[in-house]
């Protein structure tokens, strides 16, 4: 079983609005990390935010939030206020004991 | 603090010869890991070393195979190069990979295309 799955290959979005990029995990062990990283087309993988699997409260970073629903075993990415330098690959990932794992990404395009 | 480096950026080969990446951690960074990133196949785990032994491994054949030297510099070596091994080489560093928090922070990767 793929223990992240990214299920939007691409999205677009407009400038100035919100946007929700998905991320279900999967895992049996109760402690876990979930981050999100961004790639512009650069090459370079740009660490975004993280949360925790015991951390109560959603982790914000700036215009990134990460809705973090346990339950269902989800991590969606909240980018609030879109602006063009946000086109970019946004790979979910996560952190179980010493590995990790990353998801199939999904490219994001803001359009002015 | 400076960052990832990874040298070199670029680099052209030939099919059947041999390659040597390089990766330089973050200061006080511990873990070095190593992934390919295709278009086709996307980002794919290498290797992860820790105090200079190799702690986990991805699927590759033995081509591939890396170090981790004392001071936590990191090498991959990709042996009788193949065509599909064009790619982007990411390096990732982390103080640990073993406490929750620890977060992977990339270098800017090595493209390798090989002819």
């Known amino acids: 079983a793929q223990k992240i799955t990214q299920t939007q290959p691409g999205m677009f979005v407009q400038e100035k609005e919100a946007v929700t990029l998905d991320c279900t995990y999967d895992t049996s062990d109760p402690s876990y990390g979930l981050f999100w990283y961004k790639q512009p087309s650069s090459g370079e993988m740009i660490f975004l935010i993280y949360q925790g699997s015991y951390d109560q409260q959603n982790a914000t970073e700036g215009r990134y939030s990460l809705n973090f629903q346990k339950a269902r075993k989800s991590a969606n990415l909240v980018i609030s206020a879109s602006q063009l330098g946000d086109s970019a690959m946004y790979f979910c990932?996560?952190?179980?004991?010493?590995?990790?794992?990353f998801g199939s990404g999904t490219k994001l395009n803001v359009k002015p | 603090k400076a960052g990832v480096t990874q040298t070199p950026r670029y680099l052209i080969k030939t099919r059947g010869q041999q390659v040597t990446l390089s990766c330089s951690p973050i200061s006080g960074h511990r873990s070095v890991s190593w992934y390919q990133q295709t278009p086709g196949q996307g980002l794919q785990f290498l290797f992860e070393y820790f105090s200079e032994t190799q702690r986990n491994k991805g699927n590759f054949p033995g081509r591939f195979s890396g170090r981790q030297f004392s001071n936590s510099r990191s090498e991959m070596n990709v042996s009788t190069l193949e065509l599909g091994d064009s790619a982007l080489y990411l390096c990732?560093?982390?103080?640990?990979?073993?406490?929750?928090?620890?977060?992977?922070?990339f270098g800017p990767g090595t493209r390798l295309t090989v002819l």
């Open positions: 990732a560093s982390s103080p640990l990979l073993t406490a929750t928090r620890d977060t992977q922070y």
């Open positions: 990932a996560m952190r179980e004991a010493n590995k990790f794992y």
